[in-house]
T-cell receptor, first 114, second 111 residues
Framework: DVKVTQSSRYLVKRTGEKVFLECVQDMDHENMFWYRQDPGLGLRLIYFSYDVKMKEKGDIPEGYSVSREKKERFSLILESASTNQTSMYLC?????????????FGQGTRLTVV | GNSVTQMEGPVTLSEEAFLTINCTYTATGYPSLFWYVQYPGEGLQLLLKATKADDKGSNKGFEATYRKETTSFHLEKGSVQVSDSAVYFCALSAYDYKLSFGAGTTITVRA
């Protein structure tokens, strides 16, 4: 089975802190994604990466950055955490087969910024 | 751009009731369509998918048919169980390989 592992299930950070969310996948997938999940808004794409050191902005990149130094690892960075970044963060990885993508998700990190 | 609209919840059903969650989409080209499920405290799991028009995806008693003429992908189950209580997300993937999600529908099944 594909496994996508997020480093923390729950995090509490202070406003202004630099926050790192880590994600590792074990199936050699090219694509990796970071989403945030908020009630009534569904999942919104923050950033995605289609190869090592390659990244593209999603729909809501402001206040976030990412790093992908190795194929299996994709990190989300909150440069200066703010209370409006309190949310559930979901990492996903996917393969591309014949133009059809199927994504596999981690269990999520619930981040609270106080 | 691509977008997905699904019926709002929350929805509460009795066990063995019929479930329908409506999903419509807007996309360029011929997207793939998905239903994901999120059980309490967990990440999303793929429930079923369809990759071309008129395809029917099915899994665990759930079904959805890709209707290009109505741009819809409604999820149905004939007889729900308490264990089906979860949040259900409709999603699509188009030429850029990114997934676009609906807002999610929370389903609670009571015994």
């Amino acid at each position: 089975d594909v496994k996508v592992t997020q480093s923390s299930r729950y995090l509490v950070k202070r406003t202004g802190e630099k926050v790192f969310l880590e994600c590792v996948q074990d199936m050699d997938h090219e694509n990796m994604f970071w989403y945030r999940q908020d009630p009534g808004l569904g999942l919104r794409l923050i950033y995605f990466s289609y190869d090592v050191k390659m990244k593209e902005k999603g729909d809501i990149p402001e206040g976030y950055s990412v790093s992908r130094e190795k194929k299996e690892r994709f990190s989300l960075i909150l440069e200066s955490a703010s209370t409006n970044q309190t949310s559930m963060y979901l990492c996903a990885s996917s393969i591309i087969g014949g133009g059809k993508v199927e994504a596999f998700f981690g269990q999520g990190t619930r981040l609270t910024v106080v | 751009g691509n977008s997905v609209t699904q019926m709002e919840g929350p929805v509460t059903l009795s066990e063995e009731a019929f479930l329908t969650i409506n999903c419509t989409y807007t996309a360029t080209g011929y997207p793939s369509l998905f239903w994901y499920v999120q059980y309490p405290g967990e990440g999303l799991q793929l429930l079923l998918k369809a990759t071309k028009a008129d395809d029917k995806g099915s899994n665990k008693g759930f079904e959805a048919t890709y209707r290009k003429e109505t741009t819809s992908f409604h999820l149905e189950k004939g007889s729900v169980q308490v264990s089906d209580s979860a949040v259900y997300f409709c999603a699509l993937s188009a030429y850029d390989y990114k997934l676009s999600f609906g807002a999610g529908t929370t389903i609670t099944v009571r015994a």
